[in-house]
Structures are given as structure tokens and as C-alpha cells.
């Protein structure tokens, strides 16, 4: 008699720790989807505020420099647009400016640029050259293909057309 119900113990506690068991994979289970999505989610806020605080620390930068630029100061321009790059992570390979094309009221500098970047850092990079404060950035022969160096970069040549007044 001790020996069936040491036996039905045996199986009754067997069946608690199984239905134990069970209970908590299925909890845990989606437990752990819920942790990976707010993982991601987290990671996308992290780079979000690294941009952000990067655009800041530009913004700091130019504070000083707000005012438009002209013919005779052209080379703020230049600098303002490196700085820009620097912002997003962008690795100048060459810049070569053009000869100066004067019209009535501005004057409109072509850069030759090569460089290379990652694909965001390039987007964020060109839809920033709206947003400069001293002069009209016009991209110009634009043309992409992936870095010979490193297979996750792009390697760009474009043209800026720089316009700042006469």
C-alpha cells in the first residue's frame, strides 16, 4: 500500500511539474517576443536621438554663422557645407570646386564631390543641404554605386551647384 501511493505521489507531482512547466513556456513564450520588439524599438530611438544630438551640436556650431553669404566671404560656404558632412558621417574623398558662374544678383559655384558614406548617412546628408541657413545648395549629376572598399558603403560622385549672392 505504501508502494501505490508513493507510486500516485510520484505521479501527481510529476503531472504538477509537467503542467507547471508547460504553463510557464506558454507565458514566458510571448514574454520574450515582447522584449525582442521592444529591443528593436529602442535601438531605433537610440539612433534617432544620436542624430538628433549630432544636428544640435551643428546647429551649435553655426549659431555664430547665420548670416548670408556673398561673394566675397564664398569659402564660409564651403566650410559649412564639410561641417554638414561631418554632422552625417561623411567621408570626403575629393572636393573640387569649379570656376565661379556670376549672374546679376548671385553667384553660382560648382563642387565636384566624391565621397563615400552609408546609404542613410548619404540621405540624411542630402535632404540636410535644404536646411543650410547661408546659402541654396542645388544637387547636380548625381551618381552612386557601392564602395570598391567596403561593400556596406556607398562611393558617390555628384555635383553641388552653391548659390550665394553677389
Not at 26 to 43: A, C, N, R
Not at 121 to 146: I, Q, Y
Request: a negative charge; one cysteine or more.
Amino acid at each position: 500500500m505504501i508502494d501505490l501511493r508513493q507510486k500516485k505521489m510520484v505521479i501527481v507531482f510529476s503531472g504538477i511539474a509537467v503542467t507547471f512547466f508547460i504553463l510557464s513556456f506558454v507565458l514566458y513564450m510571448p514574454l520574450v517576443g515582447q522584449i525582442k520588439k521592444k529591443s528593436i524599438e529602442t535601438k531605433a530611438l537610440e539612433m534617432e536621438l544620436l542624430k538628433a544630438r549630432n544636428i544640435v551640436n551643428f546647429m551649435k556650431t553655426m549659431g555664430s554663422e547665420t548670416r548670408l553669404v556673398t561673394e566675397d566671404n564664398l569659402p564660409i560656404a564651403t566650410d559649412t557645407l564639410m561641417k554638414q558632412g561631418e554632422v552625417y558621417h561623411i567621408d570626403f574623398i575629393s572636393t573640387k570646386p569649379g570656376e565661379p558662374i556670376r549672374e546679376n544678383a548671385y553667384v553660382m559655384l560648382p563642387i565636384d564631390i566624391v565621397l563615400e558614406s552609408g546609404y542613410p548617412e548619404l540621405g540624411d546628408f542630402l535632404g540636410s543641404l535644404d536646411h543650410l541657413g547661408n546659402c541654396v545648395v542645388k544637387v547636380d549629376e548625381f551618381e552612386t554605386a557601392p564602395s570598391a572598399n567596403d561593400p556596406s558603403k556607398l562611393k558617390t560622385r555628384l555635383t553641388l551647384n552653391i548659390y550665394v549672392l553677389r
